[in-house]
């Protein structure tokens, strides 16, 4: 196993891709440019059957590499995502977005951690056992991720025999401190929604009316102050919440990693872990007003808002929709109309990381970490997650970085990844590769 010219290659290929602009909210986006350029380097490390899949209707192309199992021997499916989030404001980067920089041991670039990395380190668990495969590997890169995956259902129920396997590996997740290998068990759901509320036919001048006509942007706020408590806690009736991890996640790392500035306080209650992974979170992501540049004098007759709700873990992100639609409704204040749509939905996960395949992963990670394991949970949503669980019912599913850590910035400015970590994550994965091929007689194998 040439594990070391493995790891170059990955970083060369990652910067590739980080070039690539492939943002799948845009619909000016080349996504088959950057689906080619992954078939491409699967095709380049001895993958002997690369296919560019475009034949899903309204879906965007995905990649699916594979190398079949020898009798007996069990099957890997590596997933990641080629599509990237937007940039955002160009003149707030460090560097350009699509052209990777390395400054100070991290390397720069949007889409670098989200989720370049994790083609990219699949890339080095192939090229690390190039030509000859001790186990069945398979690669899944879509290219949808960042648009919630609409259409991989369709793609999971079309291919389900090509996809099937013992042991999935997302590796779209973090690691909460560098050297440390982190298995993610459990994932928040969302249920987010477009609030309007209207108060007049029409706007209307604020000195003639103002006092007894109410404007619907000040209305607005009232109503969506009515989601929290004044501890910051969700105030949506009928929310649920799951047990509180007992992971000592250190408050002051916490305000670091969140860059709160000196002297604001902490939202909601109970411990930092258990406020992020096991409990509900609303947050106020958008709202439509004029803006200060273009204010006259006048009452609104409507405004509008997206909010969004993260979901415990044990709850279902259905029901949890329509509890925020009915609280929005009933907290409408002085009688105005209200008008909900729920716009998003994804459905909360919890891992049980029992079984033979979960500590073959925890051996071949623990050596290349040079540390163990930890079990943790995340705050954010992955909607693939429910879609491969749903149709691999029997599957493993182990949810870990490529290097990402919790400086990364994923969706934010300045996304990057420790050069670090993403080396010690290509090796996880081939090590990976290379003990599940070294189960004992009598392990339990795919047929």
Not at 40 to 48: I, R
Request: proline content about 6%; glycine content about 10%.
């Amino acid at each position: 196993m040439d594990i070391a010219a493995a790891q170059v290659a990955a970083r060369d290929a990652l910067e590739e891709l980080v070039r690539l602009p492939s943002v799948s909210a845009d619909p000016a986006a080349d996504l088959r440019q950057s689906a080619a350029a992954t078939a491409d380097l699967f095709h380049a490390a001895g993958m002997p059957d690369v296919e560019i899949i475009d034949s899903i209707p309204g879906g965007q192309p995905a990649v699916l590499a594979s190398y079949p199992a020898a009798p007996g021997r069990p099957t890997v499916l590596l997933y990641a995502h080629h599509d990237v989030q937007p940039a955002g404001d160009l003149r707030e980067w460090t560097s350009p977005p699509f052209t990777p920089e390395e400054r100070q041991g991290r390397l720069y670039g949007r889409g670098v951690a989200d989720n370049k990395a994790g083609i990219a380190a699949h890339l080095a668990a192939v090229l690390a056992h190039r030509g000859a495969m001790p186990v069945g590997v398979t690669v899944l890169v879509e290219g949808e991720e960042e648009i919630t995956s609409p259409t991989l259902g369709a793609l999971l129920d079309k291919y389900h025999d090509r996809l099937a396997a013992d042991l999935i590996v997302l590796a779209d997740s973090e690691n909460l401190e560098l050297g440390t290998p982190a298995f993610t068990t459990s994932l928040r759901g969302t249920a987010a929604c477009i609030v309007e509320l209207r108060m007049l036919e029409t706007a209307v001048h604020s000195g003639v009316f103002g006092g007894a006509a109410p404007d619907a942007l000040t209305a607005l706020c009232r109503l969506l102050a009515t989601l929290h408590d004044d501890r910051g806690d969700v105030a949506v009736a009928g929310l649920l919440a799951a047990e509180a991890p007992r992971f000592d996640y250190p408050e002051q790392t916490f305000r670091a990693e969140a860059g709160l500035l000196e002297g604001v306080e902490l939202t909601g209650s109970g411990n930092v872990a258990g406020r992020l992974w096991a409990r509900p979170a609303a947050t106020v992501l958008a709202i439509d007003a004029t803006p200060v540049s273009r204010a006259s004098n006048v009452l609104a007759a409507g405004a509008r808002a997206k909010v969004g709700l993260r979901v415990a873990p044990g709850d279902d992100a259905g029901r949890a929709a329509a509890a925020l639609a009915e609280h929005l409704d009933r907290h409408a204040p002085w009688g105005g109309r209200v008008t909900v749509e729920i716009t998003d939905i994804a459905q909360p996960h919890h891992v049980d990381t029992s079984g033979w395949q979960f500590d073959v992963a925890r051996r071949a990670y623990g050596e290349a970490y040079g540390r163990g394991v930890v079990q943790v949970g995340s705050g954010g949503s992955i909607p693939f997650v429910a879609e491969f669980t749903s149709a691999f019912p029997t599957a493993a599913v182990l949810i870990t970085s490529a290097g990402a850590d919790n400086h990364s910035r994923p969706h934010g400015i300045d996304e990057s990844i420790d050069i670090g970590e993403f080396e010690r994550a290509c090796l996880a994965e081939a090590l990976l590769i290379e003990k599940l091929a070294e189960r004992g007689p009598g392990s339990p194998v795919r047929t």
